[in-house]
């Protein structure tokens, strides 16, 4: 009887750098959007890196999400290309209004507007515009809702409530406002609004199109050599604000959140030779397997009959035309008796994991030492033998866990912290 069981992993992540990109855009919002001509100038950065924008857009002034969600312009632009990505901006002050106005005017036309854009095409992803405090509070609301009197708190309700649209619609979040926040901390002489306290000036409009084109691309905005007219050291500093905010941080704005990765088991069969392959991949739809003779299968859960000796196995999972690729090397032998061996398994869970990891060993194989690893392949932490470790404080991300066993064998486990 034979036995399959793993040697090594390699891990092949998705990649979005390095090359150039045609991206679909739709921009659909309102002045703030209008304001210097942001589609424009987010195709210009774009450009000067080698990338090229399709976009359209709708703008009228002071259209509201409601508004949008009931256009038949905006409708009738949704469906008019398969977008990558349709970027919805809500007016500028009703995110940050009570949480019950904004439940039932702001959050419910975000998802109709999120259902209409999927409909159109499933892969489309929804973007929202986070927006910013205006410069010196909501003088216009303050007297009926206090938290709004200042930048701050207008601010801060304006974080949360894109976040929240972000999460619930599995959307992608353009942390424009975000970034405003740390340029008024840490470059005060950049002015980011023009004269009414409210609108971009072209320096906060350029922050919008670098927070975009990081976005959309997943790029390093400091590679960005278009500037729109503007001071080139503050041009410089923009950036640099736009990299330590989006750039470092994707998974905070949920960009790689709902990418493919690629993952499987091996569990051998009472047959001689025949190996099932159990597919734990995540967000994915469509799979090829490579069993390292030429073979192939689409199938997602395949079993295939092998010969003893070293085979390395490959999947690659997609969806939306991203993918990732995971290859494992498996031995498959047997025993002197002709009898089927057992197989010494290590369970790590849960997958995805929000607060603990735990690690259960399904035969008589212990835990010598696990050692982390981040997306980076920087080692992130090293422990001795224990059942469960604390991952409450990692940052999101995907993470690889080498767990070395008492029998010398080590065991590979990808496990995405959310």
């Known amino acids: 009887m034979y036995k399959v069981f793993s040697l090594s992993v390699l891990v092949v992540f998705i990649g979005f750098v390095g090359f150039s990109q045609k991206t679909k855009v739709l921009f659909i919002g309102n002045s703030y959007t209008a304001y210097n001509n942001l589609s424009q100038l987010t195709y210009d950065a774009a450009l000067s890196t080698g990338d090229t924008l399709i976009y359209d857009e709708h703008t009228p002034g002071g259209q509201r999400l409601l508004d949008h969600a009931a256009s038949p312009t905006a409708i009738s632009k949704i469906y008019s290309n ?33 259902d209409t854009i999927r409909a159109n095409y499933s892969c489309t992803r929804p973007v929202f515009y986070m927006t910013w405090g205006r410069k010196n509070g909501d003088a216009m609301n303050c007297p009926n809702w206090p938290p709004v009197c200042t930048y701050d708190g207008m601010d801060s309700l304006l974080n949360e409530r894109y976040q929240i649209m972000g999460d619930d619609n599995d959307a992608f979040v353009s942390p424009v406002g975000a970034v405003w926040h740390y340029i008024r901390d840490n470059y005060p002489n950049i002015e980011l609004y023009s004269a009414d306290e409210s609108h971009p000036s072209l320096e906060g409009s350029y922050v919008a199109a670098c927070t975009f084109y990081t976005i959309f691309l997943r790029k390093d905005p400091t590679n960005i050599s278009f500037t729109p007219g503007i001071d080139p050291v503050m041009a410089q500093d923009i950036r640099e604000s736009v990299k330590a905010v989006v750039y470092d941080s994707l998974l905070n704005w949920n960009v790689g959140k709902f990418d493919p990765i690629a993952d499987f088991n091996t569990v051998d069969t009472t ?43 490959t999947l690659i999972s997609s969806k939306c035309g991203v993918s990732d690729t995971l290859t494992k090397t498996i031995v498959v032998v047997v025993n002197g008796n002709g009898e089927k061996n057992s197989e010494e398994i290590i369970e790590v ?41 604390d991952v409450s404080n990692f940052p999101k991300g995907v993470y690889i866990f080498k767990i070395n066993l008492s029998n010398g064998k080590e065991s590979v486990h990808r496990i995405i912290k959310k």
């Open 82 to 114: 398969k977008w990558d990505y349709v970027i919805l901006q809500a007016q500028s002050q009703e995110p940050s209004w009570p949480i019950q106005q904004v439940q039932q005017e702001v959050f419910k036309p975000a998802k109709l507007l999120c």
């Open 349 to 389: 869970y849960p997958n995805p994991a929000s607060e603990w990891v735990y690690f259960k060993s399904i035969s008589n194989v212990t835990i010598s030492s696990i050692a982390v690893f981040n997306s980076e392949g920087k080692q992130v932490t090293l422990v001795g033998s224990q059942n469960q470790m």
């Open 271 to 313: 047959s001689s030779s025949l190996i099932s392959f159990t597919n734990t991949s995540l967000n994915a739809d469509a799979y090829w397997w490579g069993f390292g003779n030429g073979d192939t299968s689409i199938i997602e859960n395949p079993s295939y009959s092998f010969l003893p000796g070293v085979h390395e196995i």
